[in-house]
Structure formats: structure tokens, C-alpha cells
């Protein structure tokens, strides 16, 4: 039996199965009671019905036993016996029970004055009171259970009403309300330990808060300056016609992946903001994103035999951060570049999604379920394995829905569904 994980439940059921138990238990010892009261008041019958007929034998030896609807009688071994039934003469003195065919009886036997004396009485009556008793206990017993269960919903609303209280307030709890400890609207008992065990958490909770805001601020700021100063040198170096066409190149990529750096840099920031700060960005046209993200990533297939098709569709419209957009895609399209030593690279978009497909070294089946964990690097040692896992979360932000296909040495097909 599983036992509800909320207090509430777990009161009422108290409450139910307490109930049900001291009904039960009473029903059974009033049932008892009644059941031994009438026997006793049987045995007690039988006992009077045959000291009335001795003496009456006693003064009239002829005198027949009792006969009637509920008791019957017989006498052995005297003058005027009867002739008394085998299942009868086989029983000892004392009070017995017996069944003959459906019907019960309860046997008195006496020894007295060399005659034995047996008297019976119908039990039938007595069954169906005691049957009729033990309906109306049963009803009884459902009917505490159901006011016991009644009774425990009432009791846990009034004694869980202090901790849903509590609860309520941290979960509305804002920021504005730090300085308001939730120990001043519970001052003792249980809930108010709780309250200050809460405040005490939250205290830390601001600390560590305040401490990750700072050091948010100071590394943008910091490698913000020190992009900005390679930035700014690579287009005065790039301006520089005294270089050669290969130094161009060569600086050419240093620029491209400073402004990645820029760009992941300003995408971690937003991923590290509450929810409230990506709900809305500038309108941004995938298509667009796509074939520029392709034209600078190109230069990652060098000179391998590796063909791209690009296919794509400009209705597609994301009203989020251009950023994370950009990084999305460009590591599904840095990914394929990477991994493909020949054949060919297909990115398609279409109105409701965007597909990477390539015929690179693909991805083990073991390794299938791991490729969007942090740091996962797959067969190579290259990258620092947060490419997927960053396009992972950026798809969970937004509600967008990632799938993954590889068989290893045949290529692999990332899908991204917008819808």
C-alpha cells in the first residue's frame, strides 16, 4: 500500500483507518457479547425447562418431556423412557451444539436418579437476531469509517493550515520580500522552526545570488575588453595590404572566432538569466541566420570532397534573441563540417523545422543517449563537448523539441522541430 505524499492525505487516511479499525474491533466484541449473552440465556432456558421437568417426573413418573415448536425432550434409563435418538446417546452430560441437516440446536444432557435427561432447543430464532445484529453492526462500522475519513479531512485542513500557509508564501515569495523574514508570521511552534530554517536558506541563497551576479558582471566585462582589443586589431591587421593573402586568412580566423567567442559569451549570460529574460527577443528570420552561419563556417571544410546544399525557407520567423539562435545552429553546422571527411553536408529548413544531415563518422549506438550531456565528447578528444548540451538547453528553454539520429561511419541527422 502506498500512503499519499501530501500531509493532508496522510491525516485523513490516519484518521480512516483508525476508525475503521475501532469500529471493526467494536463491532466484533459487541457481536461476541451478544452471541455468548445468548447462549447463556439458552443454556440458562434449558437448564430451568429441565429442573421443571424432573420435578414434575418426580411426582408423575408418567409425564411426558416438554414438545414444542423450540424445545423437545427425551428421557433414558426409567420407567416411561423414550427411545432416544443415536446422535443423542453418544454425547456426554453437559451443554452441546449440533446440526441436523439445516437446522441448529442447542443440547442440555442430566444424569439424575439413574435416568438421563435431554432436552433441545432450536437455535434458528437466535441465528437470525444475531445475523440481523451483525448487519447493523457492519453498517456501523462503514458508517464510522466514512465520518471517521470525513472527521481526518476536516482535522488535517485545520492542522495543515500553518504549514500551507508557509508554503504559499515561498513559493509567491519575490525578491521584494527578502527583507521580510518568514519567521515574523510564524513565531513558534513546528511551522515557525520550519520558517526559520527557510529564512536561514534564503539568506544563503541571496549571498551565493549576489555572488554569481558580480562574477557575471566582472567576466563580461573582462572578456568583453579583451575580444573588443582583438577585434579591433584583427580589422586593423586585416586593413594592413602589406600582408599576404595567407596571413589574411590566418587573422581572418582569429576574427571569426573571436566573434564566436563574443557571441557564446552573450549566449551563456542570457542562459543564465531568469526565464522572464528570454521570453521575447527581436524577430528573427532562421533563413537569413542559416546561410550566414554556413558562408563562415565554410572555411572548416578546407579541402575536403564535401558538398553542401543548404535549402531554406524565409516564412520561418523566431521571436527570440538573435544570439541564440545563431549559436544554435552554428554548432549543428560545426558539428557536421567537423566530423564529415567527405561526402556531403545537407542543412534544410522548412517552415516548421531545421535538419542537419551529413555522411561523416557518425556516432556509436552506445554513445547515442549521452551525445546532449555536458562534455561528452563522443570517439574524439576535440571540442569541449558542450556544443550539443548548450543546444540541448537552448531547445528546453523554449519549448522546441531536439532529435538525434547516427549510426556510426554512415553519418548522423539532427533535427530541430520549432513547432
Known amino acids: 500500500?502506498?500512503?499519499?505524499?501530501?500531509?493532508?492525505?496522510?491525516?485523513?487516511?490516519?484518521?480512516?483507518?483508525?476508525?475503521?479499525?475501532?469500529?471493526?474491533?467494536?463491532?466484533?466484541?459487541?457481536?461476541?457479547?451478544?452471541?455468548?449473552?445468548?447462549?447463556?440465556?439458552?443454556?440458562?432456558?434449558?437448564?430451568?425447562?429441565?429442573?421443571?421437568?424432573?420435578?414434575?417426573?418426580?411426582?408423575?413418573?408418567?409425564?411426558?418431556?416438554?414438545?414444542?415448536?423450540?424445545?423437545?425432550?427425551?428421557?433414558?434409563?426409567?420407567?416411561?423412557?423414550?427411545?432416544?435418538?443415536?446422535?443423542?446417546?453418544?454425547?456426554?452430560?453437559g451443554n452441546h451444539d449440533i446440526?441436523?441437516?439445516?437446522?441448529?440446536?442447542?443440547?442440555?444432557?442430566?444424569e439424575r436418579g439413574g435416568a438421563r435427561y435431554y432436552l433441545l432447543h432450536d437455535t434458528a430464532l437466535q441465528a437470525r437476531r444475531e445475523q440481523r445484529f451483525a448487519w447493523m453492526l457492519g453498517l456501523l462500522a462503514v458508517t464510522m469509517t466514512l465520518l471517521s475519513a470525513l472527521g481526518g479531512v476536516w482535522v488535517s485542513r485545520t492542522v495543515v493550515a500553518p504549514v500551507t500557509d508557509l508554503a504559499a508564501k515561498v513559493r509567491h515569495r519575490r525578491p521584494s520580500d527578502w527583507e521580510h523574514p518568514l519567521a515574523d508570521d510564524f513565531p513558534v511552534g513546528?511551522?515557525?522552526?520550519?520558517?526559520?530554517?527557510?529564512?536561514?536558506?534564503?539568506?544563503?541563497?541571496?549571498?551565493?545570488?549576489?555572488?554569481?551576479?558580480?562574477?557575471?558582471a566582472d567576466i563580461s566585462h573582462e572578456l568583453r575588453t579583451a575580444l573588443a582589443v582583438i577585434l579591433s586589431a584583427t580589422e586593423i591587421l586585416l586593413e594592413d595590404?602589406?600582408?599576404?593573402?595567407k596571413q589574411k586568412t590566418r587573422i581572418?580566423?582569429?576574427?571569426?572566432?573571436?566573434?564566436?567567442?563574443?557571441?557564446?559569451?552573450?549566449?551563456?549570460?542570457?542562459?543564465?538569466?531568469?526565464?522572464?529574460s528570454l521570453a521575447a527577443g527581436d524577430d528573427c528570420v532562421l533563413a537569413e541566420v542559416v546561410r550566414e552561419v554556413v558562408a563562415e563556417q565554410r572555411h572548416m571544410l578546407g579541402g575536403k570532397p564535401v558538398e553542401v546544399e543548404v535549402h531554406t525557407n524565409p516564412e520561418l520567423i523566431l521571436d527570440i534573441d538573435a544570439g541564440l539562435v545563431r549559436i544554435l545552429v552554428s554548432n549543428l553546422i560545426r558539428n557536421a563540417f567537423s566530423y564529415t571527411a567527405a561526402g556531403s553536408v545537407v542543412v534544410r529548413q522548412d517552415a516548421h523545422s531545421l535538419t542537419v544531415s551529413d555522411t561523416g563518422s557518425?556516432?556509436?549506438?552506445?554513445?547515442?543517449?549521452?551525445?546532449?550531456?555536458?562534455h561528452f565528447r563522443g570517439m574524439t578528444s576535440e571540442g569541449a563537448g558542450i556544443g550539443l548540451s548548450l543546444v540541448?538547453?537552448?531547445?528546453?528553454?523554449?519549448?522546441?523539441r531536439v532529435?538525434?539520429?547516427?549510426?556510426?561511419?554512415?553519418?548522423?541527422?539532427v533535427t530541430v522541430d520549432f513547432s
Open 1 to 93: 500500500m502506498h500512503l499519499p505524499h501530501d500531509l493532508r492525505g496522510r491525516v485523513a487516511l490516519f484518521f480512516a483507518g483508525f476508525g475503521a479499525i475501532g469500529s471493526l474491533t467494536m463491532a466484533g466484541a459487541l457481536y461476541q457479547g451478544a452471541h455468548d449473552l445468548g447462549q447463556r440465556l439458552i443454556d440458562e432456558t434449558l437448564s430451568a425447562e429441565l429442573d421443571d421437568y424432573i420435578a414434575r417426573r418426580e411426582r408423575n413418573p408418567t409425564s411426558m418431556p416438554p414438545s414444542t415448536v423450540v424445545v423437545h425432550g427425551y428421557v433414558q434409563g426409567a420407567a416411561g423412557a423414550d427411545e432416544v435418538p443415536a446422535y443423542l446417546t453418544r454425547l456426554p452430560a
Open 190 to 216: 513546528e511551522v515557525g522552526e520550519l520558517a526559520r530554517v527557510f529564512d536561514r536558506h534564503l539568506i544563503r541563497m541571496r549571498a551565493f545570488i549576489e555572488r554569481e551576479r558580480v562574477f557575471s
Open 241 to 245: 595590404n602589406g600582408l599576404s593573402d
Open 362 to 374: 557518425g556516432i556509436p549506438a552506445h554513445a547515442i543517449d549521452r551525445v546532449f550531456i555536458r
Open 403 to 413: 532529435r538525434l539520429e547516427s549510426k556510426e561511419n554512415q553519418g548522423t541527422v
Open 252 to 276: 581572418g580566423r582569429i576574427k571569426r572566432a573571436a566573434d564566436d567567442m563574443a557571441e557564446l559569451g552573450s549566449a551563456l549570460l542570457l542562459m543564465a538569466h531568469e526565464e522572464h
Open 99 to 110: 446440526r441436523l441437516g439445516t437446522v441448529s440446536y442447542r443440547v442440555a444432557i442430566v
Open 392 to 400: 540541448k538547453r537552448i531547445c528546453d528553454r523554449y519549448g522546441w
